[in-house]
């Protein structure tokens, strides 16, 4: 069975502060997708970002970055200069519907 | 838009009634999902629609809940005699399903159920 860890519960950063989201995912699978969703507070979950275990290139799209090691099954997520538009709740998933506990990211001005 | 589409946005039924819960999926979307979310807590899957072939139900809590998807496209999720602990935000989402769950979902707003 897969499993998707987010060993943090709740973060909070002062606006322009760097922070980074930490995920791991358990499998026997050789390869696999994983993925990152945003929640904001008005409750929609927003697709971030899909990568394949075959690519380890760490991904860059604007303030955000996503550093993936197969070694350690980690799918780091790191906000740069955050702002306050940053708060919400941020899933990391796997396939087969796995999905971790979630990270609260509150920005504060 | 064009997005997946939830009914009600908001459902507040008695505990022991029965409630329906409606999905639009995105027009072309083969795949789609439920999901359950309880207060703070993170997404709990239900059930998968893959085109024609058998649901996965794996993530049903219990037989008071039933899934069906008319026509690869609406999905309906019925809950009998709701209990107090079926409180919660119900997901919807649909994706252009090449296997199980490799592609980005999309997601609706959501039903809030609150039972009484």
């Known amino acids: 069975a897969q499993k998707v860890t987010q060993a943090q519960t709740e973060i909070s950063v002062v606006e322009k502060e760097d922070v980074t989201l930490d995920c791991v995912y358990e499998?026997?699978?050789?390869?696999?997708?994983l993925f990152w969703y945003k929640q904001p507070p008005s409750g929609e979950l927003v697709f971030l970002i899909r990568?394949?275990?075959?690519?380890?290139q760490n991904e860059i799209s604007g303030r955000y970055s996503w550093n993936f090691q197969k070694s350690t099954s980690s799918f780091n997520f790191t906000i740069t200069a955050s702002q306050v538009v940053d708060s919400a709740v941020y899933f990391c998933?796997?396939?087969?519907?796995?999905f971790g506990p979630g990270t609260r990211l509150s920005v504060l001005p | 838009g064009a997005g997946v589409s939830q009914s009600p946005s908001n459902k507040v039924t008695e505990k022991g009634k029965d409630v329906e819960l409606r999905c639009d999926p995105i027009?072309?979307?083969?795949?789609l999902y439920w999901y359950r979310q309880s207060l703070g807590q993170g997404l709990e899957f239900l059930i998968y629609?893959?085109?024609?072939?058998?649901?996965?139900k794996s993530g049903l809590p219990s037989d008071r809940f039933s899934a069906e998807r008319t026509g690869g496209s609406v999905s309906t999720l019925t809950i009998q005699r709701t209990q107090q602990e079926d409180s919660a935000v119900y997901l919807c989402?649909?994706?252009?399903?090449?296997?199980?769950?490799?592609?980005?979902?999309?997601f609706g707003d959501g039903t809030r159920l609150s039972i009484l």
């Open positions: 989402a649909s994706s252009p399903e090449q296997g199980r769950g490799n592609q980005p979902q999309h």
């Open positions: 499998t026997r699978d050789t390869t696999y997708y």
């Open positions: 990568r394949n275990s075959f690519d380890e």
């Open positions: 998933g796997g396939q087969n519907f796995v």
């Open positions: 027009s072309g979307h083969t795949a």
């Open positions: 629609f893959q085109g024609n072939s058998a649901p996965d």
